[in-house]
T-cell receptor
Framework: DSGVTQTPKHLITATGQRVTLRCSPRSGDLSVYWYQQSLDQGLQFLIQYYNGEERAKGNILERFSAQQFPDLHSELNLSSLELGDSALYFC????????????FGSGTRLTVV | QQQVKQSPQSLIVQKGGISIINCAYENTAFDYFPWYQQFPGKGPALLIAIRPDVSEKKEGRFTISFNKSAKQFSLHIMDSQPGDSATYFCAAINTDKLIFGTGTRLQVFP
């Protein structure tokens, strides 16, 4: 157990729907990072939050959004889902802003049908 | 410039052999180079990391070799074991996001 908790582990939903993925960072970590892992794109950085504020953006689609709450857990919202959004979504956390190492959770496998 | 190129895509090694995975980068602002190991159904886990002011770092059977002038770095796994079978990602970071290589699937056969 890495200490980073992601729920749910698996999610199957239809095209056009909206889902929310949840991440609880490791105790004491203030930064949360979201990554998407697909077979053809590898691990792609989506977005980072530090202590409730957005700090960095990667290849995140406009249909996707995220936030970090006062208790430091984070949620990634995916809307108007397309087949191509099927992937593993990982959350990672670190103790401070962009400080290594990043600790990854076990991911949420999203399947859009 | 933000890319990290990784090779090979897959690697098959006999137990006891040496596994070598190579990565190259272009952005000279990168200042931290970690390697992650990922088992099926799990998230990537930090294996070993190096900063560019060091040419080699060894932790047990795992060694990173770093060539700053060539902008290349590699992971060597000595005495490879079946339990090392996993996907390995090199990565690089400056003060921005962590950029991953495309991954190498390592299979170690007994």
């Amino acid at each position: 157990d890495s200490g980073v908790t992601q729920t749910p582990k698996h999610l199957i939903t239809a095209t056009g729907q909206r889902v929310t993925l949840r991440c609880s960072p490791r105790s004491g970590d203030l930064s949360v990072y979201w990554y998407q892992q697909s077979l053809d794109q590898g691990l792609q950085f989506l977005i980072q939050y530090y202590n409730g504020e957005e700090r960095a953006k990667g290849n995140i689609l406009e249909r996707f959004s995220a936030q970090q709450f006062p208790d430091l857990h984070s949620e990634l919202n995916l809307s108007s889902l397309e087949l191509g959004d099927s992937a593993l979504y990982f959350c990672a956390s670190s103790v401070a802003d962009r400080v290594q190492p990043y600790t990854f959770g076990s991911g949420t496998r999203l399947t859009v049908v | 410039q933000q890319q990290v190129k990784q090779s090979p895509q897959s690697l098959i090694v006999q137990k006891g052999g040496i596994s070598i995975i190579n990565c190259a980068y272009e952005n000279t602002a990168f200042d931290y180079f970690p390697w992650y190991q990922q088992f099926p159904g799990k998230g990537p886990a930090l294996l070993i990391a190096i900063r560019p002011d060091v040419s080699e770092k060894k932790e047990g059977r795992f060694t990173i070799s770093f060539n700053k002038s060539a902008k290349q770095f590699s992971l060597h796994i000595m005495d490879s074991q079946p339990g090392d079978s996993a996907t390995y990602f090199c990565a690089a970071i400056n003060t921005d996001k962590l950029i991953f290589g495309t991954g190498t699937r390592l299979q170690v056969f007994p």
